[in-house]
């Protein structure tokens, strides 16, 4: 009698194992001092998959992609800038520029996937983990899995590190489910999961997904269907999902005489149209702080004057004020080193583990080179498969007001999902 034996498969060992890791809660093993993160059991493992891959040719290829080769880069930058900047100061962390080549193993294991297909069932899956989770966190059922704090109640971060990392990996997982239902023409299912992710978006109190995801389904709309002839398909649930809602802000306001608590999701993100001269405020406050430059070592992040000291700043919303007073320190920082910080930054992780605009740390902290790199790694994959424009927007957006660029969670389900793009020039044609 003859048995056949099913071949080992390192490749889907490592797709599986490196996506259960993106599912799953990270908690440190070791803490470092004014870190976030530290040393994670999902390091080991990363490591481990990453001595796999070099030795099957798949981290570094005999016929290297270009792709491969402006990532590797962009590292190589960080990595000089680190060692430049420690001239000057010892924030600059090489911590920073390790968890980069870190991120880069999941764009490889996403090269791996021979059926891109399995991506959309893994992000379905992902997305009802996380909702899940969400859910049982609520209603104070599951902690929330924090890497410095341990396990606490009444947080929702899913199984991620806080609200906004939750937020910004459903946004990347839903802009490709919602593309794929565009394209087997399920209009009204792709509103539906519109509208409850929007939902989930406001009750975990995240604004910078919510006009990410909003932004770029329209224009996935517009490429795969056309505005018009979405509104018609989908115009009866819109209207039995709209009506109800808009009657329900019409009481709210005949009972107390505002829409919108300042203090709640919904207020916050109104309460941003309502910050009135944030430019002059951010110039002015620019203008009144100096950075420490003593024995020219520069220490801006723990001597600070914080800005509420300096101005009375009620009318602003309260996260437009924090991010004026980092932008503005960080940008001090930059111009005092120049013109060397114009080329290679002042340092990855001088901002530490918040600056609040990935775009701007991208540049303060990696200089032009290094943004140069960074960027044209992603025009690299939108080159490859123009279908995955709908992410890198989506990225790109989030970037804008999160530091969705140096999260573990964020990146390593970015990447996976570029990698799956990238190798599969063909995936959501059709």
């Not at 270009?66 to 800038?81: C, Q």
């Not at 193993?105 to 891109?116: D, K, Y």
Request: hydrophobic share 55%; with cysteine; charged share 15%.
């Amino acid at each position: 009698m003859n048995y056949s034996q099913k071949k080992f498969n390192y490749k889907e060992v490592i797709i599986v194992i490196l996506f259960t890791l993106i599912c799953i809660p990270k908690v440190n093993l070791i803490s470092f001092a004014g870190e976030s993160a530290g040393l994670r059991i999902d390091d080991i493992i990363i490591l481990a998959s990453a001595f796999v891959l070099f030795f099957k040719n798949k981290l570094i290829p005999v016929n290297i992609d270009r792709a491969f080769l402006i990532y590797y880069l962009f590292v190589f930058i960080a990595l000089i800038s680190y060692f430049f900047n420690r001239v000057f100061s010892d924030e600059p962390s090489l911590f920073y520029v390790i968890r980069n080549l870190e991120y880069f193993i999941f764009f490889v294991a996403g090269t791996l996937l021979a059926n891109p297909l399995k991506l959309i069932k893994f992000l379905y899956t992902y997305f009802v983990i996380q909702v899940v989770a969400l859910i049982l966190q609520y209603f104070s059922l599951l902690p929330s899995f924090s890497s410095t704090n341990g396990l606490i109640f009444g947080y929702l971060t899913g199984t991620t590190g806080g609200p906004w990392e939750v937020a910004t990996t459903l946004s990347l997982s839903v802009i490709v489910i919602l593309d794929y239902l565009l394209l087997n023409k399920k209009y009204k299912n792709a509103f539906l999961v519109f509208m409850f992710t929007n939902f989930i978006f406001l009750i975990v109190g995240q604004r910078s997904p919510i006009v990410a995801v909003f932004l770029v389904f329209i224009l996935s709309i517009y490429v795969r269907v056309g505005i018009y002839k979405y509104l018609k398909n989908v115009k009866g649930i819109i209207i039995f999902l709209l009506a109800p809602i808009i009657y329900y802000f019409y009481l709210i306001y005949q009972s107390q005489g505002f829409l919108f608590d300042p203090y709640d999701s919904l207020g916050r993100f109104i309460s941003i149209f309502n910050s009135t001269n944030f430019i002059t405020v951010f110039i002015g406050y620019y203008n009144y702080i100096d950075v420490d430059l003593a024995d020219h070592i520069i220490t801006t992040r723990y001597s600070r004057i914080p800005i509420g000291s300096w101005a009375d700043l009620s009318y602003i919303d309260l996260s437009l004020v924090q991010r004026i007073e980092k932008w503005a320190y960080a940008i001090k920082t930059f111009v005092s080193l120049m013109p060397l910080s114009i080329f290679i930054g002042i340092g990855p992780g001088w901002s530490g583990p918040s600056l609040d605009s990935g775009i701007l740390r991208l540049f303060i902290e990696n200089g032009l080179i290094g943004a140069i790199f960074y960027f044209s790694f992603l025009y690299e994959v939108f080159k490859k498969n123009r279908n995955s424009i709908f992410i890198i927007l989506i990225l790109l957006l989030n970037m804008v007001f999160i530091d969705v660029n140096i999260s573990y969670k964020v990146m390593a389900l970015f990447l996976f999902i570029a990698g799956v793009f990238f190798r599969n020039k063909d995936f959501m044609n059709s």
